[in-house]
């Protein structure tokens, strides 16, 4: 192409550009024309270029109010582009020029003090104008919309000091639009962020008093233009959220989604000091708007457990009394309230009522009759002819003893807390049918029938304590451990009858009481308990039985004082691993002393870090694992990022020998991540990971990572990776994730993972470890013939039951090591599993505990933190009348106005008054 034709090429495109520009220009609308030619005479007036003597301050303001109302009227929806902001972009850049001359000018201006004033006011109001236009033509990186607004309020200060208050907008900020309030608030953050790095100490404010001073102003903008989630993200920002306390703009239609908002987004935060100082935000804000049942929540959230006598006290609503008390009752917690009138209370908080809550529950949805292990197995439907004639060639290898073990498991799940079954509570039949230690689980089975029921139980287990048969007696003292748990009683029959025990000869008494002591008082933290049980762990006999009894203590202990952090309880247990020779810290149950160790620390974060230092000294190998365990418990449930990546990062050696300490890594991944959405779906994906690259003792335990993200919860793809995994060549893998199974459907009679569990009896029929594994899967799959969860996470997922967690990690913990636990003599260390079981029921009733049916619309749970307006909670709901069976990730609400509910959480017993305002609908 020739340089002429090029020129012409050129040419013509110009012409094109200029033609199209005319266009736009002559396809503005009239009324644009003069909006554009308005602007455009008012800055040439401000910017007076040829310094006419005509132009004088009062003439330029004047100009500059014009330009100050197009901007303000069109700026307060931002729809689109406005067109003052449109027609005003040519001129930023004279504009800037011109503020910067006026700054430069002050000295001048001073001398006459007439004029001062107006100049000021000019200035201030040509930085505000200048801060609008940055805000989409300034470059990001030097924050000039910021710069500007606080060039202007330097003047206004100034021009308030000189008593021209009259000349100032009161509302200076809001005024400009929601979204220049928003872009501002984004730069404050950076702003301060900077100053931070460059070395102002963010504890002090006189180094941020400009920021603050705007802070003041927009948050209540923000709170009171329903933006509550952006008011308390500049406050994170600026490391000031105590402010939200001094607001007099959060009232009873906000404070909801306020603290919703604080208590969602502490989950993310991963200095546990912040994470405080969010929860005690709402907490004071709940406390404040008089909503003691959620200043609870938060005050067991985040283990403020000291808050509970001024909460009772303040409350002076009885029913919202009563209905705090059955929460604590939920949550396990060991609180007495002293008044001479709380006997109520305290019964409440005892769990008292739960049997008969529960069985009337049975009874309402018609599942009151006992139920046998073949009702589960169903191994009719499993027989096919080609089972059957396999079956006949090969010959079963299953023991009739191991058969019957899991039989005794399987028929204690199923009848849970019914209080009868078909083998234990008719006569003793089926307890010979066991041999030892079998005879003890058999004996164990009936506290956990009689579950909750504390006095019709005793009258039971009574007569086989005075058994002959020391398994059977050692079976009925686990029994009334097991029978207890979770219930407070006068008597105190669990200590009373497994004192002597514990201080007894027998090795086997000495087991099983401490266990029956640790599921009895599981979360009490009672002292008498405590003492009677550290004498063990402080023994020095040498011996395996000996090394058996001191861990199963300190575990009983751990457990008992789940999140305490006992430094009397971890002081002793360390001592014991110190001490203790090679040959007992490789005994298979001393990791139970490391989880005792771990569940003292359950969910404190940080405050385990003294103890970690001190487990670095122990030199055998276990001091790796018992560091790893103490750190993932820990930080169960905080989601903390960094841990997760650091537990990664323990995974990534090759080690095929020596390897359990990567084995606890991976529960950790799953126990760090507990009940937080967005964690839970990256550990699952890093689950999938470490199955493709990693050696054999790390694939083994991500089946029960999986368990621990998803009790109760038989999630579709979970299920279909465990039930892949089942039939694994490996039989560690294989049993783990067949016991997998059976807690992740644990108490819902899930029929997919039941006709899963019959194929894999069929498929290992010849395999005693596995049928034995399969048959307690099947038992948790119809726990409490569906009624009950192990779910430790309650409240609208917002709380983690501690015991419950701490009786999980004890079988998951178990299964790392299944050869030497439940497959051999200490298969009664599932019983622990009965301090996590609660009924999953919705119970509506009135202040006196009796029941009162209702309308309620059950659905799947929908995150609603942040969003506008009043948005649905769930979806996908059907309506049903109470009493419900409520799922792991559903939730309720009233599906009628007749009542109102005291607690705002609609799960478990729920005390409903009437509501006053409601009117019935007239029929014609």
Not at 2 to 25: C, V
Not at 267 to 281: A, G, Q, R, Y
Not at 611 to 629: R, S
Not at 636 to 654: F, I, R, T, W
Request: charge should be negative.
């Amino acid at each position: 192409m020739t340089s002429s034709e090029k020129d012409d090429k050129n040419g013509t495109s110009d012409a094109k550009k200029k033609k199209i520009e005319d266009e736009g220009e002559n396809a503005m609308s009239e009324e644009d024309q003069e909006l554009k030619e308005r602007l455009e005479t008012c800055v040439s007036t401000l910017v007076n270029e040829e310094n006419e003597k005509d132009v004088t301050l009062p003439l330029r303001l004047k100009a500059l109010d014009i330009i100050v109302n197009e901007l303000r009227s069109a700026t307060s929806s931002m729809t689109s582009v406005p067109k003052p902001l449109k027609f005003l972009r040519p001129h930023f850049g004279t504009l800037k020029t011109l503020h910067m001359n006026f700054i430069k000018k002050e000295d001048e201006i001073l001398k006459n003090e007439n004029e001062f004033n107006d100049f000021l006011l000019l200035r201030a109001r040509l930085a505000d104008i200048l801060a609008v236009l940055a805000m989409t033509m300034g470059k990001p990186e030097e924050r000039e919309s910021l710069k500007f607004k606080l060039s202007g309020m330097k003047d206004y200060n100034i021009l308030a000091s000189n008593g021209e208050s009259s000349k100032i907008d009161s509302d200076n900020l809001g005024s400009w639009g929601h979204e220049f309030v928003r872009s501002l608030a984004g730069e404050i953050g950076q702003e301060y962020n900077d100053r931070v790095i460059n070395g102002a100490d963010p504890e002090k404010d006189d180094e941020f008093l400009d920021l603050l001073g705007m802070v003041d102003i927009i948050v209540p903008f923000h709170i009171s233009h329903n933006a509550e989630a952006e008011a308390v993200d500049l406050l994170i920002e600026v490391q000031r959220l105590k402010k939200l306390q001094e607001l007099d703009t959060i009232d009873e239609k906000n404070y909801s989604r306020i603290c919703l908002y604080l208590i969602k987004t502490s989950d993310f935060m991963s200095d546990p000091d912040d994470l405080n100082e969010m929860l005690d935000t709402a907490y004071y804000l709940f406390k404040r708007q008089k909503q003691y049942y959620d200043a609870l929540r938060v005050a067991l959230r985040c283990g403020k457990e000291e808050a509970l006598p001024d909460l009772l006290a303040e409350c002076d609503d009885p029913l919202m009394k009563k209905q705090m008390c059955i929460l604590l009752g939920r949550h396990r917690v060991h609180y007495e309230i002293e008044d001479d009138d709380a006997e109520d209370l305290n019964e409440l908080i005892g769990n008292v009522h739960l049997s008969d809550q529960f069985l009337k529950l049975a009874q309402d949805l018609d599942v009151v009759d006992a139920k046998t292990p073949e009702d589960i197995y169903k191994s009719h439907l499993a027989e096919t002819a080609g089972f059957s004639r396999r079956r006949d060639i090969g010959g079963a290898t299953v023991d009739s003893a191991r058969a019957n073990l899991a039989s005794t498991f399987v028929n204690a799940m199923v009848n849970t807390g019914f209080g009868q079954d078909k083998l234990m509570t008719p006569d003793n039949e089926w307890l010979y049918k066991n041999k030892e230690h079998g005879m003890l689980s058999a004996a164990a089975s009936l506290g956990s029938i009689l579950l909750w029921n504390v006095e019709e139980g005793l009258t039971h287990i009574d007569k086989f304590l005075y058994s002959e048969v020391e398994y059977v007696k050692a079976g009925a003292a686990l029994a009334v451990g097991i029978l207890s748990s979770g219930v407070r009683n006068d008597a105190d029959p669990a200590l009373a009858l497994l004192t002597e025990h514990v201080d007894g000869d027998s090795h086997i008494m000495k087991c099983a009481a401490c266990t029956g002591l640790g599921i009895a008082y599981a979360g009490s933290a009672r002292e008498d308990v405590v003492q009677l049980i550290l004498t063990l762990v402080e023994s020095t006999e040498d011996g395996n039985s000996n090394m058996l009894e001191v861990s199963l203590a300190g575990l009983a202990l751990g457990i008992i004082c789940v999140g305490k952090c006992d430094e009397t309880i971890g002081s002793a247990i360390l001592q014991r691993l110190m001490e203790a020779t090679d040959e007992e810290l490789d005994h298979s149950h001393a990791r139970f002393l490391c989880l005792g160790l771990g569940l003292l620390f359950l969910g404190k974060m940080e405050k385990a870090e003294a103890m970690l230092e001190a487990l670095a000294t122990i030199e055998h190998k276990i001091g790796k694992y018992a560091a790893i365990t103490l750190e993932t418990c820990a930080y169960a449930g905080s989601g903390n990022v960094l841990k997760v990546q650091e537990m990664m990062h323990h995974c990534a050696e090759h080690l095929t020998e020596d390897a359990e300490h990567q084995a606890v890594a991976v529960i950790g991944i799953g126990l760090i991540t507990l009940g937080e959405d967005v964690g839970s779906e990256m550990a699952l994906r890093a689950f999938d990971h470490l199955l493709h690259y990693c050696e054999l003792p790390i694939k083994r335990a991500v089946p029960l990572a999986l368990a621990v993200l998803n009790i109760s919860n038989p999630d579709f793809s979970v299920i279909d990776q465990l039930s892949r995994l089942s039939h694994d060549p490996d039989t560690e893998i294989s049993q783990n994730a067949i016991l997998a199974m059976g807690i992740i459907s644990a108490g819902t009679n899930n029929s997919r993972v039941a006709g899963l569990l019959r194929q894999l009896s069929e498929f290992y029929y010849k395999e005693a470890g596995h049928i034995f594994c399969v048959r307690i899967a099947q038992g948790l799959l119809h726990l409490g013939k569906g009624l009950l969860t192990l779910n430790p996470i309650h409240s609208d997922r917002m709380l983690i039951n501690q015991p419950a967690l701490g009786a999980m990690l004890v079988i998951i913990h178990s299964c790392l090591d299944l050869k030497s636990t439940l497959l051999d003599k200490t298969h009664y260390l599932l019983y622990y599993l009965t301090c996590a079981m609660n009924p999953r029921m919705l119970v509506t009733i009135n202040e006196d505990l009796s029941w009162r049916p209702i309308t309620v619309r059950v659905g799947q749970a929908v995150e609603t933190v942040g969003q506008a307006g009043k948005p649905k909670t769930i979806t996908g709901f059907q309506t049903h009348t109470t009493p419900v069976l409520l799922g792991a990730k559903e939730r309720s609400e009233l599906g009628t106005e007749e009542v109102l509910s005291v607690s705002s959480v609609l799960e478990g017993i729920v005390i409903v008054k009437d509501n006053p305002d409601y009117e019935p609908e007239e029929t014609s």
